[in-house]
């Protein structure tokens, strides 16, 4: 959601620090009419967002015929009164000679040819449902329609109401009775203070019943001024539940599966007007902040992180579990502040870490912007940290 992130994840607040290896992720299965395909020899990948799979076991389960060009790169499968066509590399394709536009082309991947499974499945009349939590897709018979209308004009409603900062359209595609309506002051004031452009990039629908649905969206946003937020890729599930006469879907609840950060256009590039002394007092609370964190000292921790961030008491949390489970070392290797506005900044900064004792780590190399303001006594303290970018450490 545009105004939902900073409340349901709030990032541990020097996310330079990265003390929580991901778990290995499982394999993607797909299962078609709950019959699990056969992908052992050519596994599915994810390109831009979309799940890849090799074009024979998928075309064959649904029961298509298929013919190769080799020579062009065309794939042509077949059934009565069904004919698709796509090529390599082209984001075109055909059903029934009417042409549509593919999220990702068809590629070569170790000499198999892999398709868009979403558009596959959709031309040949089934529902594609993405789960999340068990990294699987799967393939059957259509959802019913009205219901599946009803929900994509919900989200159509929440991206034009997001957008034009409509917020008592926002908040009528709230559930009352929900955890969200209690934070509708929290979202006007985000609303006044951030601007930023959202889009829906996927929404699979991953259960619908008569009174509720759980759909998986992935949204982006793109910041277009006000105060500094980096843009995001985030991908959620949604709880809906119809309204009371149930002619409508309303969002009930939202929880945060993944989320990638990244910085607005020509962000780093541009010189922001920062007063010396500001700048160089927001460089110093960022090397405190290292400092204290090297040296195991929580309360130095705390001292330079803004005790009104909703971030507070769960970096408080992390740092004393990171200090009980690892001995690391962080070096701050840059940083310059990319956004200046009076009592509030950004900060973008690379750090490395490095195991010294403690659990498996992978020593690492991370990308950051923080967000900085000024506090009543004129000291500026971390806000809220985003991470760009982590990247392994290479001997």
Known sequence: MKFVPGFLAAVAISGVICVSAAAAEQPITVTVDQQKLNLSSSAPVKDQGSILVPMRPIFEKLGLTLVWDSKTGTITASRESLT???????KKATVNGTVKQLATAPKMVNNVTYVPLRFVGEATGKSVVWNAKANSVEIKSSLNST?????????NQYVSYSNKEDYEGFISLIDPKSPLAAAATAFKDQMAAYDVTTAIARMDIIDIQEKEATVDVVETTERTGGAFTPNSTAEYIYSLTKNASGSNWLISNVQIQAVQYSLP?????????????????IKAVLQANTDYTNKEDLTGVLST????SPAYKLSEQTYKQLFNSYDL???LESSK???FNDNEAAIYAVMTTKKLKGPQFTDN???????????????????QTYNLSTKPLTN
Request: glycine share 6%.
């Open 329 to 331: 070392q962080s070096s």
């Open 147 to 155: 219901d599946d209308k009803g929900i994509s004009e919900l989200f």
């Open 265 to 281: 256009a020509g962000a780093l590039e541009a010189k922001a007007t920062v007063p010396a002394a500001d700048e160089e007092q």
């Open 305 to 308: 992180i803004d005790e009104s």
């Open 365 to 383: 190399r991370t990308e950051t912007v923080t967000t900085v303001k000024k506090s009543a006594d004129g000291k500026w303290k971390l806000v």
């Open 84 to 90: 698709i066509t796509l090529q390599l590399g082209s």
């Open 337 to 339: 502040v990319i956004y």
